[in-house]
């Protein structure tokens, strides 16, 4: 693993799986954020040339032979630039943003997400887009997680399974292990506002793909589904 890393402050973790035709251009709009010193892409397991086209996009490429799920991905992107900031002997850790992997050229505008983590005023952000991508789905995965995290901890985030995220290094490791996947970002959420750790959201022009309606889309909100109420019976 290398990484070209600068002196930026915070590191991209971007979990992805088959997501060749759009992983270019949001690495390289990633990239580009203030701040910003390397982008760590984790395969989690691609069919495609998700790993080679990151790579050429500049990105430090993790792969899991198999697919692990989000959660996973996640521990692994951050465990990579753990190794690099050891590596460069600082002595105050990078501040974590994650963003998806179709996010493209849109990642671009992820800089507000990092803005109050760097200034000190948050432990963790969570993105709510501003342009709301009709998903074809009818909410209740979005409904679930969010009256779950309202009953955990008595605060309802506006789009609690945005998985736009970006958290300090002590956030992070606050929360781990993190749960499982799909149910990460519930989990990550009740985790750190438990343990009274400052969580904020911020509103972004971000946008990525819509899932549709078919077949594949239902069996993947039902994944979904799945692993927030996991999520939430492990956190009563």
Do not use: Y
């Not at 750190?192 to 971000?206: H, I, N, S």
Request: contains cysteine.
């Amino acid at each position: 693993m290398s990484a070209g890393s600068g002196g930026g402050d915070v590191a991209v973790i971007i979990p992805a799986r088959d997501e060749a035709d759009r992983i270019q251009a949001t690495v390289a709009a990633a990239a580009g954020l203030p701040g910003v010193a390397f982008v760590v892409v984790v395969d989690d397991g691609s069919r495609d040339a998700t790993a080679e086209v990151a790579r050429r996009a500049g990105a430090v490429v993790m792969r899991h032979p198999r697919n692990r799920g989000k959660g996973a991905a996640m521990e692994t992107g951050a465990e990579a630039v753990r190794l690099v900031d050891q590596r460069e002997g600082r002595q105050s850790p990078r501040h974590l943003l994650f963003l998806d992997a179709d996010l493209a050229g849109t990642a671009a505008l992820a800089g507000p997400l990092a803005g109050p983590v760097r200034a000190g005023t948050a432990d963790m952000t969570i993105a709510v887009f501003s342009a709301t991508v009709k998903l074809g789905g009818h909410g209740l995965v979005v409904g679930l997680s969010g009256a779950g995290i309202r009953r955990a901890t008595g605060w309802r985030p506006a789009q609690p399974l945005n998985g736009q995220r970006c958290l300090t290094r002590a956030a992070f490791e606050a929360a781990r292990p993190l749960a499982p996947g799909w149910g990460v970002e519930t989990g990550l959420t009740i985790d750190l506002l438990r343990q009274g750790l400052r969580v904020t959201e911020v509103q972004v022009d971000l946008a990525h793909r819509a899932t549709g309606t078919g077949l594949r889309a239902q069996l993947h909100r039902a994944r979904q589904f799945a692993g927030v109420a996991r999520a939430l019976a492990a956190r009563p």
